[in-house]
């Protein structure tokens, strides 16, 4: 025996709002919409009527209800009666909301079901453009319904009233229900207006849709729009943007705008604020703009996107891909554009989001020239930037960390070389692509480079610091670095640490190896890094007064405490902690420098 | 020498299994120092974040507002330093610190409003829901005792559910909570029953609330 399937309202509206909305407060968006799809399909038969969408809360005997008007199509009989089966089929609700009658329907009843999120019962009184008398359907939450016929004379077009569920009273407050329609609605092409209680006023009816998005409106001119998009996305999105850049794909029937952030944020993909034919259809929807554009919150509206069945986020169908590259190229256009000139917007954003600027670069190579022409960067000649450097110099010489960069910068600007720190995120990526750009030189700065341009000192000539040197070689032998004497600006440095790259891939290797000599049968044996050089080298400024007194002393306990206190500052110097048993020695060599003073002291 | 990525990862998880308290606290305060100084960078927000954790359930609330000003900074200065789990924790720990403002007498109204004002614009301009921010400030007008309680209350429960708010049945016993310590029990019992989820502290909040609007003269079944 063949029988129908029962369904259960309250079961249905309870996964309708835990798993398929976001939350209750989208019966208001489910309501204006079959408002404002009621009178999109009235005005096609009858452009000249009104439009207009009215919301209020009213007190009744069973407390508040929830009352909204509208001027459209209105239902007949028939109409009304299929609401229910609608219910069953309306699935079939189509993303372009067509303005012929039969979509209409098809939506209405979906709409209907959103509203049991908050209500028990729902009343629906209409009069269909078509004729015939006023209907009224009453529905309630454990899914039966009353149609009858309505006496009086209604004008066109349908009045939903709901009454609140006992658990969410909270949804059937004026001001609620305005935040919410506004939210929504403020961009419908329809007069949709709440009534709000003022104080002292009683209630006043209060507009919450504007004629026009606000990018679409007619301004004076380009600063009396900028100063109105500003204070829009102020109210609207919460923040005063740097600025905005306008996007239009006619194609896929979108405009809008993207707002550019105040401040940086950490890498991430964006989600945006998206309307679809004016209606709002989430403010935090996924996947609108390319993951690399999280400098900028986007507001836009289309027609030909595909919302998912919640309609609060976008299908990721291949429409929105293409709209995603097409946005991610205008996006890029404008950078290219505005950021090349001197524009107070430019700097701002060079300011602010110079690090999604550099993550752009590393995929993109016009982005790319863009950041080597525009992007100032730290270098020992002040703030430069690379095509300036690389210009001026026919190479671009670098550190890949920013503590490399300490360790030479005041030498490096002592002895005019111009050395740029790309120690910053993204930097080294932007270098190496710089590097297979035809017309780039780029190079990484070693240690040898430093102390080749360096002056040799006087002493090497003479060979009057011979047995000191030797000495100071042999007691930091045991730390892997070497020890040389040169002369250089500024003397306030008296010794510089400079690290080997090779050296220090040396020292790791030596160290595998002497932990597992027998590893893969010697394998890393047959590893040789270069071993010209010792992993680093402290190099002692003959020019610096204590270097001179070092390289002077004769006891040997006040020679092994001066060096090290030397070799320790030069560490600290490049921005390396001190280990533990640095800290000893430091302490001990400064022990044994206080006592020599002490000793030397006058009894 | 500093510590690696691996070990400050390994220093911090093992924090992470102490139970709350003074111990828990002076470990992520030390360990916080050492990053702090000689790095790694990339591990400080984690540090942070961990150490306001450690200072919020051992009772040490106002220690955690000079943590997170600092963590705020930090995000502000250095966003590249937040992996995406960071930048997570940030904008869920900020209830935690918001839900001590009434705690400390010391706050100012005006401070208390201020911290709640940035509060949302920094959700706002990550382009987050703002709920737990319309909780936050309700709590705050609530236990301060402030005239606009109630429509702070209207207002949160009306902002779109989002990931950054507490569960469904915190949601209840916050309410449950708010009308029982506002004298108002037949308000808390309408709420109340309606409280059908468990978590960590539900349904032994709402109950106990319950038990105590059910108890006062005016709601106590006659029979």
């Known amino acids: ?437 035809a017309g780039w030189i780029t190079r990484e700065l070693t240690s040898n480079e430093i102390y080749h341009s360096l002056e040799a000192a006087e002493s090497e000539r003479t060979g009057e610091h011979l047995a000191a040197l030797g000495r100071a070689q042999d007691l930091l032998a045991e730390r892997d670095v070497d020890v040389l004497i040169r002369r250089y600006e500024p003397e306030t440095v008296p010794a510089l640490l400079l690290r080997d790259p090779e050296g220090e891939r040396r020292r790791d290797l030596d160290a595998e190896r002497a932990a597992t000599p027998h590893l893969w049968a010697g394998l890393l044996d047959a590893i040789d890094e270069p071993r010209t050089a010792r992993s680093r080298s402290l190099v002692l400024n003959e020019r610096s007064p204590v270097v001179r007194l070092l390289l002077q002393t004769a006891e040997p306990e006040v020679f092994t405490a001066g060096l090290h206190a030397l070799y320790l500052s030069a560490v600290m110097l490049a921005g390396d902690g001190l280990g533990t048993r640095d800290i000893t020695t430091l302490n001990h060599s400064l022990s044994v420098l206080l006592a020599s003073a002490a000793a030397a002291e006058p009894a | 020498m500093p510590l690696t990525p691996a070990d400050a990862e390994h220093a911090l998880a093992e924090i992470r299994r102490m139970p709350y308290g003074t111990a828990r606290t002076a470990a992520a305060e030390t360990l916080t120092r050492e990053i702090e100084a000689t790095g790694p960078a990339s591990t400080l927000p984690e540090a942070l974040l961990d150490l306001v954790e450690a200072y919020t359930f051992s009772s040490e609330g106002l220690r955690a507002f000079v943590t997170f000003a600092r963590l705020l900074r930090l995000h502000d200065e250095h966003p590249e330093s937040f992996t995406e789990g960071d930048t997570r924790n940030l904008y869920w720990e900020y209830k935690w610190v918001a839900a001590d403002l009434p705690v400390f007498p010391e706050i100012t109204v005006a401070q208390a409003q201020a911290f709640l004002d940035d509060m949302h614009r920094r959700f706002a301009l990550a382009g987050l829901g703002t709920r737990s921010v319309s909780m936050s400030a309700f709590r705050w007008a609530w236990q301060a005792g402030l005239p606009h309680a109630d429509r702070a209350l209207e207002e949160w429960l009306a902002t779109p559910r989002d990931e950054y708010e507490d569960c469904a049945a915190c949601t209840v016993g916050h309410q449950v909570d708010f009308f029982t310590s506002t004298g108002r029990p037949e308000e808390a019992l309408h709420r109340g029953l309606g409280q059908h989820g468990t978590c960590n502290l539900e349904p032994t909040r709402t109950l106990h609330a319950l038990a105590l609007a059910t108890s006062t003269p005016a709601t106590r079944p006659a029979h």
């Not at chain 1, 929807?285 to 027609?303: N, S």
């Open chain 1, 1 to 437: 025996m063949t029988e129908r399937f029962q369904v259960d309202m309250a079961g249905l509206v309870d996964v309708l709002s835990r798993h398929l909305y976001s939350g209750p407060q989208v019966f208001v968006r489910e309501l204006l919409q079959n408002a404002v799809d009621a009178i999109a399909a009235r005005r096609a038969l009858d452009p000249a009527a009104e439009a207009t969408v009215r919301i209020r809360i009213v007190a009744s005997d069973e407390g508040p209800v929830l009352e909204v008007v509208d001027t459209g199509i209105g239902l007949t009989a028939d109409d009304a009666a299929e609401l229910l089966s609608t219910i069953g089929r309306s699935s079939k609700r189509e993303p372009q909301l067509g303005t012929g009658r039969e979509q209409f329907i098809g939506q209405f009843g979906i709409g209907m079901l959103a509203a049991f999120m908050v209500a028990d019962r729902i009343e629906v009184a209409s009069r269909s453009h078509h004729g015939g008398e006023p209907v009224q359907w009453i529905g309630r939450a454990d899914g039966t319904f009353d149609l009858t016929g309505l006496a009086g004379d209604l004008p066109v077009g349908t009045k939903v009233r709901l009454h609140p569920r006992a658990d969410a009273d909270h949804w059937f407050d004026p001001h609620t229900v305005a935040g919410l329609a506004a939210d929504y609605g403020s961009l419908l092409p329809v007069d949709v207006a709440v009534a709000v209680p003022v104080a002292g006023a009683g209630t006043l009816w209060r507009r919450i849709s504007a004629a026009a998005p606000p990018w679409a409106l007619a301004y004076a001119n380009e600063s009396d729009r900028e100063a109105a998009l500003s204070s829009w996305c102020r109210e609207t999105l919460g923040f005063t943007p740097i600025g905005h850049i306008d996007l239009d794909l006619p194609l896929v029937g979108l405009d809008g705008v993207a707002f550019i952030l105040p401040q940086a944020l950490p890498p991430g993909s964006g989600s945006h604020r998206v309307y679809v034919k004016r209606m709002l259809l989430g403010a935090r929807v996924d996947g609108v703009l390319p993951d690399w554009a999280f400098f900028v919150r986007a507001v836009v509206d289309t027609t030909a996107l595909t919302p998912t069945a919640s309609r609060e986020q976008l299908h990721a169908d291949e429409i929105l891909l293409a709209t995603r590259d097409a946005l991610g190229t205008r996006l890029k256009r404008w950078a290219i554009d505005t950021l090349s000139e001197q524009h107070p917007i430019a700097r701002a954003f060079l300011r602010t989001h110079h690090l999604a600027l550099r993550a752009l670069a590393t995929t993109d190579d016009d982005l790319l020239d863009l950041v080597s022409r525009v992007l100032p960067y730290e270098t020992t000649d002040g703030h430069r930037t690379l095509a300036e450097i690389a210009a001026r110099d026919g190479e671009l010489v670098y550190t890949s960390t920013t503590e490399a960069y300490q360790r030479v910068a005041s030498v490096a600007r002592a002895q005019g070389l111009t050395v740029v720190n790309a120690g910053y995120v993204y930097d080294t990526a932007i270098v190496d692509r710089l590097r297979r750009r």
